[in-house]
C-alpha cells in the first residue's frame, strides 16, 4: 500500500511525522537491525514511534461484533505475527525458534509465526481493509507498539482477553506495566518488550566528561555542536519535559509549548546539532558527535562494539513504552492466542525470550530465571532495569486527534521537517 494511501485523511502534520519515522526513524533501521543487522534483509525496520490519530473509520466499539465463532477447540493452531527478529532463535537454525516450539509441545497447538511487522504503519496498512470491512485478517495475535494498539483499541479492532485464560499474565505483569492509560487494567493487551529513552554518549569525545541530564546537552557549553536529540516528538520531548519537573503523562499544552522553546533554544544557538533517526550510532561511536539522547536497544550493539560509549539514565527519570500482544478483531483462534499470551508469562519462559531479543519484560520473576540462564545479560541495566532505574521510567501520554495534530505541526517546525 502506497504511503499516500495510508495517511488519506490525516492533517498534515500527522503525515510529517508518519514520513519522518518511515524514512529517518526508528521505522527506517531500527534496534533489532542493529542488534543482528547480519540477519536482516535490507530494508527492514522496526518500531514506529510517531502517534498518529484515530482513524476516520468507525469501530465497532466493544461489542460482540468484532468477535467470530472462536475454532480453538476444533483447529489446535494460532497465527502470530510479529517483528524481525523479535522471538528466540537457534543458532544453527532460524527457523527454530524455542519457545514457541515448546509452546506447542506444552499445549498441543501449532503456532504459524510470520515476521510481517516491519512497522506499525506499513503493517496497519495491511490490515486496515479486512478490519474495516469487518472481516478475518488471518493473524489470531500481533505485536504493535503502545500508540498503535491503542488506536487497534479505539476503533473497535481488538478484542477483550478473557480473564480465564490468562491467568499466568494477570498475576506475573509486573506493577509498572498493569495500567497504561490507554488500556487501563490491560483488558485488550500484554506487554511483549518494553523499550527506553536514555542519554548516552562517547566518552572519548568528551575527554571523559560525564554526560548525565537533558540540562547538560542543552546547556553545556564543551559539548555545543555535538548534541543530537530524536525526530521521534514523544520521545524528544517526552525526556524534555521531565528534566522540566513536569510528567509526560501529565503534561499540558502550557508544558509542551514550554519544552519546544527550551528546545528551540538550543538549536538557535546550535547547541544541538541536529534531531535523528537511529543514525546517531554512528556518529556517537566514532567522535564526531559527542552526546545524545539515545534508544537503549540500540546501546547494547554499540557498546559491544566501542567501550568508549556510555549511557546514562536521568536522575530525573527517562520515557518508555511498550510493544504489546493484541488479539484483533474476528481472530478465528482467540482461545489459543490467550494461551500463548499466557504461556510467555511465565518466567522461565520470559526469561529465555528475553536471553534471544534483549529487551525489556514485563514479567515478574523472570529475573531470576534469566540470572540462571544468561548471567551477562541479566546484568546489563538496559535489559533488567535495576529498581533505582524502574522508578524512574515514565510514559508519554495518549493524545487526542487535536493534540496530536498540534503538537507535530510545532515540533515538525522545531526540527525543521
Known amino acids: 500500500m502506497a504511503f499516500n494511501e495510508l495517511t488519506d485523511g490525516l492533517s498534515e502534520p500527522v503525515r510529517k511525522a508518519w514520513e519522518r519515522s518511515l524514512t529517518s526513524g526508528r521505522a527506517a533501521l531500527g534496534r533489532r537491525t542493529l542488534l543482528r543487522a547480519a540477519a536482516l534483509t535490507a530494508g527492514a525496520g522496526t518500531l514506529a514511534a510517531c502517534g498518529i490519530p484515530a482513524a476516520k473509520t468507525a469501530g465497532t466499539g466493544d461489542s460482540t461484533a468484532n468477535a467470530a465463532k472462536d475454532l480453538s477447540d476444533s483447529e489446535k493452531e494460532v497465527n502470530f505475527s510479529n517483528w524481525p527478529l523479535y522471538v528466540d532463535t537457534d543458532e544453527k537454525d532460524a527457523e527454530k525458534h524455542g519457545t514457541l516450539e515448546a509452546f506447542t509441545e506444552a499445549t498441543g497447538i501449532k503456532v504459524r509465526y510470520t515476521e510481517d511487522v516491519n512497522d506499525n504503519v506499513e503493517f496497519f496498512g495491511k490490515v486496515k481493509p ?75 569525545a ?169 548471567p551477562d545479560t541479566a546484568a546489563n541495566p538496559l535489559v533488567v532495569p535495576t529498581p533505582a532505574m524502574a522508578s524512574k521510567a515514565h510514559v508519554f501520554r495518549t493524545l487526542n486527534e487535536t493534540e496530536e495534530s498540534a503538537f507535530e505541526e510545532k515540533f515538525s517546525k522545531l526540527i525543521g521537517a
Not at 154 to 164: D, S
Not at 335 to 364: C, H, M, R, W
Request: glycine letters at 8%; one cysteine or more; proline letters at 4%.
Open 130 to 204: 479486512q478490519l474495516a470491512a469487518g472481516q478475518d485478517t488471518g493473524r489470531d495475535l500481533m505485536v504493535l507498539t503502545d500508540w498503535m494498539a491503542a488506536r487497534m483499541i479505539r476503533l473497535g479492532w481488538a478484542q477483550k482477553l478473557n480473564p480465564a485464560n490468562v491467568t499466568t499474565a494477570i498475576t506475573t505483569i509486573d506493577s509498572r506495566f498493569r495500567a497504561p492509560d490507554w488500556d487501563p487494567g490491560r483488558l485488550y493487551t500484554y506487554p511483549w518488550a518494553g523499550i527506553q529513552v536514555v542519554i548516552a554518549y562517547n566518552r572519548k
Open 206 to 374: 568528551t575527554k571523559g566528561k560525564e554526560v548525565t541530564s537533558v540540562s547538560q546537552l542543552l546547556d553545556d557549553p564543551d559539548l555545543k555542536g555535538r548534541v543530537t536529540f530524536l525526530s521521534e516528538m514523544r520521545d524528544s520531548i517526552g525526556i524534555t519535559l521531565l528534566d522540566m519537573g513536569k510528567d509526560p503523562a501529565k503534561f499540558t499544552a502550557d508544558d509542551y509549548d514550554a519544552a519546544i522553546a527550551r528546545l528551540q533554544k538550543a538549536v538557535d544557538n546550535k547547541q544541538i546539532r541536529r534531531f535523528t533517526g537511529n543514525d546517531y550510532g554512528q556518529e556517537l561511536s566514532s567522535g564526531d558527535i559527542a552526546a545524545c539522547v539515545a534508544w537503549g536497544g540500540d546501546l547494547i550493539q554499540l557498546r559491544a562494539d566501542n567501550p568508549d560509549i556510555e549511557f546514562v539514565i536521568p536522575e530525573k527519570g527517562f520515557v518508555t513504552s511498550t510493544d504489546n500482544l493484541l488479539v484483533p478483531a474476528k481472530a478465528q483462534h482467540k482461545a489459543n492466542a490467550e494461551k500463548l499470551i499466557d504461556f510467555y508469562y511465565q518466567p522461565k519462559i520470559a526469561a529465555q525470550l528475553v536471553a534471544g531479543i534483549g529487551f525489556v519484560s514485563a514479567v515478574t520473576g523472570m529475573a531470576e530465571e534469566l540470572t540462571a540462564l544468561d
